[in-house]
């Protein structure tokens, strides 16, 4: 009779010390406080139009450039590039020399969303770990002179903002593109 017992009573708490070992472990419950630190740590800090790489380009394969091709970056805090989500604005401007806002005249704006899987894989370089956007440029609006101003903008899923600025130089390229096109006639 004794044994009966054992067994029922083990039958009715076999089940329940399962049940309470398959639960494993609880994490730690952070405070509101807490989480926007964890968040902030490894969200980004600042972005950067990555110059050098950021020039005009063709798209449709002349020797005239109808587009800019931005490169971008973006960093942690501990200074490591990182993947984003939010929205990023672009808008180029004419360069004002001797200025303490270089920004002139407002050309043309850009919206790209990086919401989502598809966006990440259409702007995102696995070998440089920055993002790349093609830019196309209204003709009529490129700027004329040498230089003009690229300003990014950068809105993450918290509404929270971060911006960079680049004066990007065509002296060189404006040349080349006329060599381009002075071999392309005399052909």
């Given amino acids: 009779m004794k044994a009966t017992r054992i067994i029922k009573t083990a039958i009715l708490l076999v089940p329940i010390v399962l049940a309470s070992s398959c639960q494993g472990p609880q994490g730690p419950e952070y405070d509101a406080a807490e989480r926007q630190a964890l968040l902030e740590s490894i969200a980004a800090d600042k ?7 950021t ?13 800019i091709w931005v490169v971008l970056s973006a960093v942690d ?9 939010g929205r990023i ?16 005249q407002q050309l043309q704006t850009w919206q790209l ?14 070998t440089t770990r920055m993002y ?12 004329g002179g040498s ?30 593109l006329k060599e381009r096109v002075r071999g392309s006639s005399g052909s």
Wanted: net charge negative; aromatic share 12%; proline share 8%.
């Fill in 113 to 126: 969303e990086l919401a989502g899987d598809r966006d990440q894989r259409t702007y995102w370089n696995h």
């Fill in 132 to 143: 790349d956007f093609p830019l196309q440029v209204k003709l009529d609006t490129w700027p």
């Fill in 47 to 53: 972005i950067e139009i990555v110059a050098p790489f």
């Fill in 147 to 176: 230089k003009f101003v690229l300003l990014a903008r950068y809105n993450n899923p918290w509404n929270e903002h971060l911006q960079n600025q680049a004066i990007l130089d065509l002296a060189g390229m404006i040349s080349e």
């Fill in 77 to 85: 805090k501990q200074g490591e590039r990182i993947k984003i989500s």
């Fill in 89 to 104: 604005v672009f808008e180029l401007y004419t360069y004002r020399p001797a200025s303490a806002d270089p920004k002139g």
């Fill in 55 to 67: 020039k005009p380009a063709s798209f449709d394969d002349d020797a005239l450039p109808d587009g």
